[in-house]
């Protein structure tokens, strides 16, 4: 059964980085895509980030310049970097990968705040 776990959530100041790391049970070269989504309170959930089977990547407008997603090999994690933090990146962010069907992890709360 395929299962993502995200980890490396927390509470971070303004101005920080983070680093979230997807753990999926099969290999992540598998998936047509894989991708970072977040939801903040009383907000809809929204990509971040994903990269296609091929490569390709694509990165919402919001983190354009102090965002990464990379995947280093079938069995590393999926990872999310971002930098320069605001509170407005606050959120759970989940972890997201298609094959055949849609896969969700059960998110990792990120809260910016001083």
């Known amino acids: 059964q395929v299962q993502l776990v995200e980890s490396g959530g927390g509470v971070l100041q303004p101005g920080g980085s983070l680093r979230l790391s997807c753990t999926v049970t099969?290999?992540?070269?598998?998936?047509?895509?894989m991708a970072w989504y977040r939801q903040a309170p009383g907000k809809e959930r929204g990509l971040v980030a994903s990269?296609?089977?091929?490569?390709?990547?694509h990165y919402a407008d919001p983190v354009k310049g102090r965002v990464s997603i990379a995947r280093n090999s079938a069995k590393n994690p999926l990872y999310l970097q971002l930098s320069s933090l605001k509170p407005a990146d606050t959120a759970e962010y989940y972890c997201?990968?298609?094959?055949?069907?849609?896969?969700w992890g059960q998110g990792t709360q990120v809260n910016v705040s001083s």
């Open positions: 997201f990968g298609h094959r055949g069907m849609g896969y």
């Open positions: 990269i296609a089977g091929g490569g390709n990547i």
């Open positions: 099969e290999n992540i070269f598998s998936f047509s895509v």
